[in-house]
């Protein structure tokens, strides 16, 4: 069974850090791209930032310079350290891991349950 467990969510204020952590379960940890998203209120889900298997790594526009993603292959998670947080940052944010199954010829992607950020004074 495949699992991905979010953590490190929470309130912080605008400016802070917080230091977010996927544990993947179930899977070939390091065949598969990992990325974060985020979906705040009444918005679509967005890509917040991935990190491929050997290529590198990508940023939303709006994260650019605040944000950085990383994987431990070892330890099976990814994390993403956002620095300089602003009150938009507020959302949900969603661990995601993904390949292309040649058996199914398809992209095969898996979700966390997500965690909550919330950046407010």
């Known amino acids: 069974q495949v699992q991905l467990v979010e953590s490190g969510g929470g309130l912080v204020q605008p400016g802070g850090s917080l230091r977010l952590s996927c544990a993947a379960s179930?899977?070939?940890?390091?065949?598969?791209?990992m990325a974060w998203y985020r979906q705040a209120p009444g918005k679509q889900r967005e890509l917040v930032a991935s990190i491929p298997v050997g290529g590198t790594t990508n940023y939303g526009d709006s994260v650019k310079d605040r944000f950085i993603i990383s994987r431990d292959n070892l330890q099976n998670t990814v994390y993403l350290q956002m620095d300089s947080l602003k009150p938009e940052d507020t959302a949900v944010y969603y661990c995601?891991?993904?390949?292309?199954?040649?058996?199914?010829?398809?992209?095969?992607?898996?979700w966390g349950q997500g965690t909550q950020v919330t950046v407010s004074s």
């Open positions: 995601n891991a993904g390949r292309y199954d040649s058996l199914i010829r398809n992209w095969r992607d898996y």
């Open positions: 179930g899977i070939y940890f390091s065949v598969y791209s």
